[in-house]
């Protein structure tokens, strides 16, 4: 099991000061003078607060009334696919991050080694969440349940669900803070866990609710402007789905909800990315099954990232970027570097990866869990893509009905798909 690391040079960033220097990873962190006890309580069997439908099988129907309907997404001018498969997609984006963030937990912090030495060469004895060892840290989860990654999009859905699909960093940035103290309540949480330590010290800035941006401004000048951690592309895949037609505007969320905590150019470059791939499958513009179709598309989106980087910093990172995001194997990225763990680009260069090369989900998230390093985030970035071009229906359904908590994601996953005017046919 592997610790927080100290911060220090990364291999990844150059040689001067600043703005090139070390990269701080976005680790476990408890909140100072709590206990582990205090941070979630998604362990137990039950939550006094679990929906009373929590036990019933449920599948999100994305149903509603003509009055109800919203129509933030209109297939028929927006995207070459058909109004069922851009749902299918936008379902394997979300699943697809919550199940790799879930199984990703088995081996987040550990070295290759360590998780070599408990789960078996390829995970041979991780076959399901039940093989998750429970220690120090793990313990704080449910077997199966995602952790801060998926809690942080499931934030971003409801935000843009209560403000009827407009995005804005100050209703992210006030459900964040909600979220950091109490978790979800009706799962039974008594406060967010896993937060990285970019965030903690964001969100605790008395200024953050109504000036995220500031706070997180602050943040990063106050480290010497070397933090370029991963917890903000681990969350901001949904926001991809969002007005997927419209670039600029895909651009101009992602660039406020990366913000609210991560300040630094590289976050953006790597959330854009990210978002942008996403829209680019929405739109069908470019074939993902197809070889060179999606290299193109990987191209298109990586450069939209880069473009979110002054010339300083391209100097500095451009190429680190472009390496990242053309990984030919696991090994490439290093993925489990004791002093970068947490380094946006690696989370981005996973996600990637498993974009160019992944087919079946279950064998590619497994091999990156494997990998070890901050691996839910990875898993959860890896996820999100790879979902998104194979689409909900080609995920492992046997794995997600155990997740303890499907059954409420469902029925944020409904609402959400009702806000934007597209329905889902499957029962």
Known sequence: MENEPSPSTSSS????PSPSSPVQCEAFLQPP???EESCSDRNEEKAEAKSANEEKAIEPSGKSSPAEESFVVQPASWSALKAEEIVDKIKGLIYGQALGDAIGLGTEFMSKRAAEERYGEGGSKLKSFDDIVQDYHRFNWKKGDWTDDT????LIMLGVIEDEGVVKETTFARKLEKWMREGFRELGDKGGCGIGRTVWTTIT??????K???AAEKTWEESGRFLAANGAVMRTSILGVLNFNDMEKVVENTRLICHVTHADPRCLASCVAVTTAIALMLQGKHDAQNKESLEKLIDESVELGLKQMDSQFKEHHSADMKNYTSAKSWDDLDLAEREAIGYTFKALGAGFYGLRYGEDYWKTIMELVME???ADTNAAVCGALLGCKIGYKKLPHDRLKKMPHINWLNEKVAEFLRLIGLIDEEK
Do not use: L, R
Not at 13 to 16: G, H, P, S
Not at 151 to 154: L, R, V
Not at 205 to 210: G, I, K, M, Q, R
């Open 13 to 16: 960033a150059a040689e001067e």
């Open 33 to 35: 003078g709590d206990t």
């Open 151 to 154: 809690d942080q999009m499931i």
């Open 205 to 210: 800035n008395p200024d953050f609710v109504h």
């Open 212 to 214: 995220p941006h500031e």
């Open 372 to 374: 070890a390093g901050d």
